[in-house]
């Protein structure tokens, strides 16, 4: 639980808060980002501004159910049932957001995808006890793609819970992921179903992998997001722990699928109104990169 005592001093008064424990993982900013902010001199996350309204409440008490390391606080006692049943939280189509980030990933986002031939989570959430039962009145979870070592979580509590089969690429299985039921080789597509292919992209770690939903969404782990305004693609070198080389290339590989969405572990959301149009922004992001290196 938040702690009143350790409140950081940017914080607006009121009811909501942040502590001095925030890891600046940034989910809150994402759920009500006109409530959460970014303190650049603490590197951490504040309350810019408390909640005028129900709605706006309820926003907050979302962020405070879905941060990692339960570094949101309120003053008073107050109710965040609804908030946690908000979660997953619908996207767009069959795609929802999962909430309830686990700190043993950073605060990783992940993902659920309702299908009729089984659903899929995308890389691993907390293992919360409200958001295990909505899963399960979803229709439970077939598969648990995991993009990489970095964001795989509790995901024996899932495996135990729902009998789920665990994807993840050789590269990045360690002692953690060594009884995952499926292991994948290689860097060439492989396809999970009909509307499901994993599509390997080394870089930030070697096993590192994206997954390809109905040629629509693409999940792509901590290889590529959104910059804050949500208006351009980027991936980064300083979080990039195998090969900067390779995640180049896996970028440009990217370019020979069709896809709408990038929906990443760490970092912003990114929709295009068009497969042509997401293309073009990932070619964009190649030609920054490219100077930059000329720059070096």
């Not at 993982?25 to 309350?47: G, H, M, T, W």
């Not at 979870?141 to 495996?159: G, I, K, N």
């Not at 299985?173 to 179903?193: K, N, Q, Y």
């Not at 949500?230 to 069709?258: G, P």
């Amino acid at each position: 639980m938040a702690r009143l005592a350790q409140r950081l001093d940017e914080n607006v008064p009121g009811e909501f808060y942040v502590d001095s424990t925030c890891i600046d993982c940034d989910l809150c900013r994402q759920i009500a980002p006109a409530l959460y902010a970014r303190s650049d001199r603490e590197q951490q996350s504040i309350v810019l501004r408390q909640p005028a309204d129900g709605a706006e409440t309820h926003r907050a008490l979302m962020a405070l159910v879905a941060c990692p390391t339960a570094s949101i606080g309120t003053v008073d006692k107050i109710s965040a049932s609804a908030a946690a049943r908000a979660f997953p939280e619908p996207v767009d189509g069959d795609v929802s957001f999962c909430g309830y980030a686990a700190e043993s990933s950073f605060g990783a986002s992940s993902y659920f995808i309702r299908r009729e031939q089984g659903n899929v989570l995308v890389d691993s959430p907390r293992a919360a006890g409200p958001l295990m039962r909505r899963l399960e009145q979803l229709g439970g979870v077939r598969w648990m793609f995991l993009s990489h070592r970095d964001d795989v979580a509790e995901h024996r509590a899932y495996a135990q819970r729902f009998g789920c089969e665990r994807v993840l690429h050789r590269h990045d299985v360690s002692g953690a992921t060594a009884d995952i039921e499926r292991i994948i080789d290689g860097d060439e597509p492989i396809r999970l179903d009909d509307d499901l292919l994993i599509i390997p992209v080394p870089g930030h770690t070697r096993g590192s992998s994206a997954l390809l939903y109905r040629d629509e969404f693409l999940f792509t782990g901590d290889h590529l997001w959104a910059t804050d305004e949500q208006d351009a693609l980027e991936m980064s070198r300083s979080v990039c722990w195998y090969s900067w080389r390779e995640q180049v290339k896996s970028l440009e590989k990217l370019l020979a699928f069709r896809f709408r969405w990038v929906l990443p572990g760490h970092g912003r959301r990114f929709q295009a109104e068009t497969p042509e149009k997401m293309r073009d922004a990932l070619a964009a992001l190649l030609a920054d990169v490219a100077v930059q290196q000329k720059g070096r």
